[in-house]
Each structure stands twice: as structure tokens, then as C-alpha cells.
């Protein structure tokens, strides 16, 4: 905390008013940098030439993500920070679950096999491909001599995932 609070220009006494422990600050950033890669996936739901097919919905998503390394790096650690702060990780993931709604309602608006709920659902599946993508591949930015590109593999996954729900929905 002493770091982040030279890092940021405050005291350590400043820092420590809002959040009395690492693992508070980590359920924020986790909720602030989520919620900032939502808004940006949002917008391309909302673009002009929004995707429409799974394949182009899988690339949004990827692309989405960008540069946003330090996401996957705290979602492979939101369960260790939430049991370490559960009266704050329950606020904190009320307010990601109402994000994850939004979201989600956007993704069934623009994919027509889709059934209500089904977009909350890719939602968290994203979200967990992230967390897991990042365990495995140990780097954000991937590891080229194990072959793993976190975001190659995620937009695979996702295409996947598409794939056998629009197939799902079509029998």
C-alpha cells in the first residue's frame, strides 16, 4: 500500500480512509478497470455496424480488450481477494453483476439465436475464459515459446462457445 500511495501522490493515511486493505483496493480496480472494458465492448455492440455473427462477436470482444493487460491479471485473483474481503466483495460484485446484465442484453440484441439471459451468461463465460487464460498462459501478453496468445485463444473460445449455443438454439 505504501507503494500505491507514493505512486499516486498521497499519503499512505489517504489511501488507507478509502481502502483499509490491499485486497479493497484490488475489488476496486477490479470493478473500475471491468467496468471500463465493458463500456468499450458496449460501444462496439453499439456501433453503427455492430457484430452479428459469432465470429464477429468474438473479435469485438478480443479487440475490446486491447491493452487492458491488468483485467486478467486481477480477475485470475478475485477469489483469493474476495474471501480475503467479503463484506466488500459482495457490494463489488453486485455492481459487476448489473454491469454484466447490461452487457449481456446488448450481446442479445445483436445476436438473433439468442434467449434472454443467454448474454448474462456468455458475460460471466468471458469473464472466467480471462481469469483462466491468464493462469495458463502465466503473462498477459502471452508466452510465444509455450505458443499461448491470450487474446488469439479467447477470441477461439469465444467463437466456440457461439458456435454450439447458435447451434444449440437452432434444434
Known amino acids: 500500500m505504501a507503494a500505491v500511495a507514493e505512486r499516486a501522490g498521497i499519503a499512505k493515511g489517504t489511501l488507507f480512509l478509502y481502502f483499509p486493505a490491499k485486497d479493497v483496493l484490488s475489488l476496486a480496480l477490479i470493478e473500475r478497470l471491468l467496468g471500463d472494458w465493458l463500456d468499450a465492448l458496449d460501444a462496439r455492440l453499439g456501433a453503427p455496424r455492430p457484430p452479428t455473427a459469432p465470429g464477429e462477436l468474438a ?91 491470450p487474446h488469439a485463444s479467447l477470441r477461439r473460445t469465444v467463437r466456440l462457445y457461439l458456435r454450439g449455443l447458435k447451434a444449440k438454439r437452432a434444434d
Do not use: C, N, W
Open 59 to 149: 473479435e469485438a470482444v478480443a479487440e475490446s480488450l486491447g491493452a487492458r493487460h491488468l483485467l486478467p491479471l486481477l480477475l485470475g485473483r478475485l477469489a483469493q481477494v474476495r474471501d480475503a474481503a467479503p463484506e466488500h466483495a459482495a457490494a463489488v460484485q453486485q455492481a459487476i453483476g448489473a454491469r454484466l446484465d447490461r452487457t449481456g442484453a446488448l450481446v442479445e440484441s445483436r445476436l438473433s439465436f439468442m434467449k434472454r439471459g443467454d448474454g448474462r451468461r456468455f458475460a460471466g463465460f468471458v469473464l472466467t475464459q480471462l481469469a483462466g487464460l491468464q493462469h495458463v498462459s502465466g503473462t498477459l501478453t502471452g508466452d510465444a515459446e509455450a505458443g499461448i496468445e
